[in-house]
């Protein structure tokens, strides 16, 4: 097995400090909205390259994957078509 972990996800619960150590951005984002939702302090998600990433770019970095590669934006407006 590898010693490589995708993506980490640290906070604080009172005294103690929590780790998950997560294989994709999919799993880190759910660990993460865990965390704020339980109120955990000093909470710290990083990639595989140790670059700390907030909520937002785990989101996009789910959509990228669930779209197979391609950024999308599922709350921007339609673009209205034109009739013929």
């Keep these: 097995m590898?010693?490589?972990?995708?993506?980490?996800v640290?906070?604080?619960n009172g005294h103690n400090r929590i780790t998950y150590r997560?294989?994709?951005a999919e799993w880190a984002l759910k660990?993460?909205?865990d965390f704020l939702h339980?109120?955990?302090a000093e909470i710290v998600v990083t990639d595989p390259a140790k670059n700390i990433?907030?909520?937002?770019?785990?989101a996009?970095?789910?959509d990228i994957n669930a779209a197979g590669g391609a950024a999308v934006n599922i709350?921007?407006?339609?673009a209205p078509t034109l009739a013929s």
């Design 2 to 8: 590898s010693d490589i972990t995708p993506y980490t």
């Design 10 to 12: 640290t906070g604080l």
């Design 22 to 24: 997560c294989p994709t």
């Design 31 to 33: 660990k993460l909205r």
């Design 38 to 40: 339980a109120e955990y």
């Design 53 to 58: 990433l907030n909520e937002a770019d785990l």
């Design 60 to 62: 996009a970095l789910v």
């Design 75 to 78: 709350d921007a407006p339609k």
